[in-house]
């Protein structure tokens, strides 16, 4: 259970310093693959030029906030990612679902679907 | 060509998530779409991506203790990593790109603390990935505001008259607190040294290993 | 331009939007520990915008000032980077 901000007054949810909240979750998870080419992307396409680590901070930002408890952390940063690159023009909504669709025919598993 | 990551260990030693024997998510889908296409526009290709996650997979909390080690040996770089620790810091190969880098050091009056209660700003050229208690919303949310209930959880009790500072590292800065030297390593190594320094001691969530914890 | 060492109050406003000036610092007073910058500002590059350069002040706040009562200890401190335009001085009516 955790305390949500309240936002009435215009206080957002991710600007947590000092909420209430239980104990700090000490375990700790080897990154896999996938979310490391999501940090990869990131990295890159910011330091191309493309979107700045402001604008990624400000999607994940605008998100609502059960997505920080139903999403893992780099769920959330490949779409934020994702809303940069349309922002910025690089990638259209489409394009991204058509490629989508596609990759999901190759295969049930990211072992499969990546190396097709 | 991607990496192989079955059958090896990660930096940590623990085995690779076996994620590639999971059911693919919408999320892992976008991620190969979004690379897929990013590679196909030019915007990037698969090595250069590749050599990204080799940089940040070689990016461990040996760097920050080769930091700290030299600062507790090396008065000259002590003053220099106070005075700008980014310079100081890429003059032993560790570039902090266009953040800045503070160090700020523990002594026996004074323990720093360090959180991103925004997000989860982190000295990564240093330490590597943050862990997922830096991100998580107990810590960022109560270590400004009770920073000593937060420590006893990490093991960490220290006496009211140690101050306990907590930075939240809300704009362009990273931090990296500088441990206090332990007692009983006079004459040791810089390699020996940093062998004592923990990742959490880095982060302010620990203290460095004492040398009976070597023997 | 305050300089180190000067007591500021940070504005209380509550603007929406991407703000690096976190809401429990907001009204608060403390105390310039140093300045570093310029550096563009993050609510305009948020949005694409080029960011007009700003004065970044590491400002030191007491528990006590910050928490009241609750503080565990209120001679701890907190350290936090605000853009200058979220501070004013703290003599100020």
């Known amino acids: 259970m955790t305390d949500t901000i309240p936002q009435a007054d215009g206080h957002r949810w991710h600007d947590m310093g000092g909420a209430a909240a239980g104990e700090v979750p000490l375990a700790d998870h080897d990154f896999a693959l996938w979310e490391k080419r999501v940090d990869a992307l990131m990295i890159l396409c910011s330091a191309k030029g493309h979107f700045t680590v402001d604008g990624l901070r400000r999607a994940l930002e605008d998100m609502p906030p059960s997505s920080f408890e139903e999403l893992s952390y780099y769920e959330r940063w490949i779409a934020s990612v994702s809303q940069n690159l349309v922002e910025a023009g690089v990638l259209t909504t489409f394009e991204i679902g058509e490629r989508m669709s596609a990759i999901r025919e190759r295969g049930q598993t990211y072992g499969d679907a990546a190396d097709g | 060509m991607p990496h192989d990551h079955h059958n090896h260990l990660s930096p940590s030693g623990h085995p690779f998530r076996a994620d590639n024997d999971h059911p693919l998510s919408y999320w892992q889908t976008m991620e190969i779409a979004v690379r897929e296409l990013l590679i196909e526009k030019g915007v990037t290709t698969a090595a250069e991506i590749a050599r990204q996650i080799d940089a940040m997979d070689n990016r461990t909390p040996a760097n920050g203790a080769a930091v700290v080690a030299r600062a507790w040996t090396d008065p000259d770089f002590r003053a220099a990593l106070q ?42 050229n240093l330490l590597g990935l943050p862990p997922d208690w830096y991100k998580s919303r107990a810590y960022r949310s109560r270590t400004v505001r009770e920073p000593r209930r937060v420590l006893a959880e990490f093991g960490v009790t220290l006496p009211e008259t140690t101050q306990i500072r907590v930075h939240d590292s809300t704009a362009d800065m990273r931090y990296v607190v500088i441990p206090a030297r332990p007692d009983g390593t006079d004459g040791w190594s810089t390699d020996d040294l940093a062998h004592l320094v923990t990742r959490d001691s880095m982060v302010g969530t620990g203290l460095p290993k004492s040398p009976d914890a070597l023997a | 331009m305050p300089r180190m060492g000067s007591r500021v109050r940070v504005r209380n406003d509550m603007p929406p939007g991407h703000i690096r000036t976190p809401a429990y610092l907001r009204g608060k007073c403390g105390v310039i520990e140093r300045t570093l910058g310029p550096f563009a500002n993050p609510e305009e590059l948020a949005y694409r915008h080029s960011g007009a350069p700003l004065a970044l002040h590491r400002v030191r706040f007491t528990m006590a000032e910050v928490w009241g009562a609750a503080a565990e200890i209120p001679t701890d401190t907190i350290e936090a980077e605000i853009y200058a335009h979220w501070l004013e001085p703290a003599d100020a009516a």
């Open chain 2, 83 to 124: 005075h700008d620790a980014s310079v100081a810091t890429s003059e032993m190969g560790f570039d902090i790109g266009p953040m800045k880098l503070i160090a700020v050091e523990n002594t026996a009056d004074l323990h720093n603390i360090v959180v991103c209660t925004l997000c989860s700003c982190y000295p990564r």
